[in-house]
């Protein structure tokens, strides 16, 4: 669909791609600015890089903090929580 952006343009393609690339990429569109979720991972990595390395402005978005509600940190462990929720009223001591 068309954007609703001046000038705006579609590169629809699937990365991770090479640091070289994406420079050649930010260089040849002009780009000014790069804005990127920091999800933690290195798929975006090669990006960030070119763009620091040719001046350009990198804006990274926070990810939000976690709520507070109950998790784990295994598959077992996940798995005994949700047994607990499904035990009988008297077997959970409730």
Not at 27 to 53: C, F, L, P, Q
Request: glycine share 8%; net charge negative; proline share 10%.
């Amino acid at each position: 669909p068309k954007l609703a952006l001046p000038d705006a343009l579609y590169l629809l393609a699937r990365g991770p791609f090479p640091e070289a690339d994406e420079r050649a990429l930010l260089e040849k569109y002009g780009i000014d600015a790069v804005v990127s979720k920091n999800s933690g991972g290195e798929a975006t990595y090669g990006k960030i890089a070119a763009a620091r390395a040719l001046g350009i402005e990198v804006i990274m978005v926070r990810r939000p903090p976690l709520p507070d509600v109950p998790s784990a940190e295994t598959v077992d462990a996940l798995a005994a929580m949700v047994d607990h929720l499904f035990e009988p009223v008297a077997d959970r001591g409730v």
